[in-house]
């Protein structure tokens, strides 16, 4: 089945630094890569849809210059969260639509602290 | 903006009962997926659903589009089964990413 492999599953990164959270789609093109970030106790909340070769789109109240997303090839959707703050402290997931169908594969999810 | 609601949001139950899982959605939708969270984080999609009824060992997905309404049942539960349920739902055309409900914390007791 389709595969998206997301790097890394766990990061601590001092205040003020940046952190990249790579996804890569194993086994199929991903045109379509969304972001979503989870708080504690809380539903899983969209932040941004990248497209392949495009501008991302992002969702009200996500700041686009904080959370940088590339999705320069098919397989590669990375989001960069820079000058990290520990609110920004989460789990990041990122999810790719597999076909027409509207099936969907997520990541492994990344667990970032910020000290 | 679709509204998805899940009840009950914590569940406990003994090994062998049958359990069910409800969400309801605000919104028509392009499909309803119910999804497993295990405790590292990591999510596995079980099903996805436009109508009817989908059945996949001993789970059973089904979705009611005229009520906006989908369940989540599990035959025989089992400690291994104890994990977060979440429903999400994308919305018509499928552009958008999805919307997802807070979850069901699922506990299987021995």
């Known amino acids: 089945g389709a595969v998206v492999s997301q790097h890394p599953s766990r990061v601590i990164c001092k205040s003020g630094t940046s952190v990249k959270i790579e996804c890569r789609s194993l086994d199929f093109q991903a045109t379509t890569m969304f972001w979503y970030r989870q708080f504690p106790k809380q539903s899983l909340m969209l932040m941004a849809t990248s497209n392949e070769g495009s501008k991302a789109t992002y969702e009200q109240g996500v700041e686009k210059d904080k959370f940088l997303i590339n999705h320069a090839s098919l397989t590669l959707s990375t989001l960069t969260v820079t000058s990290a703050h520990p609110e920004d402290s989460s789990f990041y997931i990122c999810?790719?639509?597999?076909?027409?169908?509207?099936?969907?594969?997520f990541g492994s999810g990344t667990r970032l602290t910020v000290v | 903006k679709n509204e998805v609601e899940q009840s009950p949001q914590n569940l406990t139950a003994q090994e062998g009962e049958f359990i069910t899982i409800n969400c309801s959605y605000s919104?028509?939708?392009?499909?309803l997926h119910w999804l497993q969270q295990h405790p590292g984080g990591g999510i596995v999609s079980l099903f996805m659903?436009?109508?009817g009824k989908k059945k996949h060992g001993r789970l059973i997905a089904t979705i009611n589009i005229q009520e906006k309404h989908s369940s989540l049942h599990i035959t025989a539960s089992h400690p291994r089964d104890s994990a977060v349920y979440i429903c999400a739902v994308g919305s018509r055309g499928g552009a958008d990413g999805l919307t997802f409900g807070k979850g069901t914390h699922l506990i299987i007791q021995p």
């Open positions: 999810s790719a639509r597999t076909g027409i169908s509207y099936g969907y594969t």
């Open positions: 919104v028509g939708i392009s499909a």
């Open positions: 659903l436009s109508s």
